[in-house]
């Protein structure tokens, strides 16, 4: 089955600077690849998604990347704000069932 | 509109209790997954059904866990009996499609945060 791995699990990162999170993924026929920001006590929400036809978007600050060659993908934040502090998981799919990877803890510092 | 809606929020209970935790999807939902988080794996898809029906249990970690859809509004993950390795964070999450290159969007309920002493 598919199996995700995110690096790194927690980040730190000055206030203003940008972060990166990167993610690989097992399974060729995956095609779909959502992120999702979890806030203290709370589920998971989209943030934004990409699907294989595609190999970047951008949406304000976020961006994500796709390498379908070296299956991996990339979640940039600019311009980090404190409210960006969460975890965020990375997932891959191939239409059914979405597989999660571990989460990175991300700190922004003031 | 309403979301995701899980319950208990909270429990606690002793090693060898029955736990069941409960979901009511968003209305109109056709796929239904429940999750389960803890720092050491992060968030594992444990059972996932669509239009009322299990589709894939590959996640359930032994048959002492059971799930069960009996109608499109609800949902139920029961452990039974409950062990100590077993606490953890369970999420239920909905979606308009669960097949097909028409992956939708998982909408979380706030979880259900399981102890077992």
């Known amino acids: 089955g598919e199996n995700v791995e995110q690096h790194p699990s927690t980040l730190s990162v000055q206030e203003g600077d940008s972060a990166v999170i990167k993610c690989t993924y097992s399974d060729s026929a995956s095609n779909y690849f959502p992120w999702y920001k979890q806030e203290l006590g709370k589920g998971p929400q989209l943030i934004i998604d990409?699907?294989?036809?595609?190999g970047e978007k951008k949406d304000q600050r976020i961006a994500v990347t796709l390498n379908k060659t070296a299956k991996h993908f990339s979640l940039h934040i600019t311009e980090t704000q404190p409210e960006d502090s969460a975890v965020y998981f990375c997932a891959a799919s191939k239409g059914d069932k979405i597989i999660f990877g571990k989460g990175t803890r991300l700190h922004i510092l003031p | 509109d309403a979301g995701v809606i899980q319950s208990p929020r909270h429990e606690v209970t002793e090693m060898g209790q029955e736990v069941t935790l409960r979901c009511k999807p968003i209305?109109?939902?056709?796929?239904l997954f429940w999750y389960r988080q803890t720092m050491m794996r992060g968030l594992e898809l444990l059972i996932y059904?669509?239009?009322?029906?299990?589709?894939?249990d590959s996640g359930m970690p032994e048959d002492r866990f059971s799930a069960k859809m009996p109608n499109a509004s609800f949902s139920t993950l029961k452990i039974q009996p409950s062990e100590p390795r077993d606490s953890a964070v369970y999420f239920c999450a909905s979606s308009t499609d669960g097949t097909g290159l028409n992956t939708g969007e998982l909408f979380f309920g706030e979880g259900s945060r399981l102890t077992v002493l």
């Open positions: 059904f669509n239009n009322n029906v299990p589709i894939d």
């Open positions: 990409i699907r294989s036809n595609v």
């Open positions: 209305s109109g939902h056709n796929s």
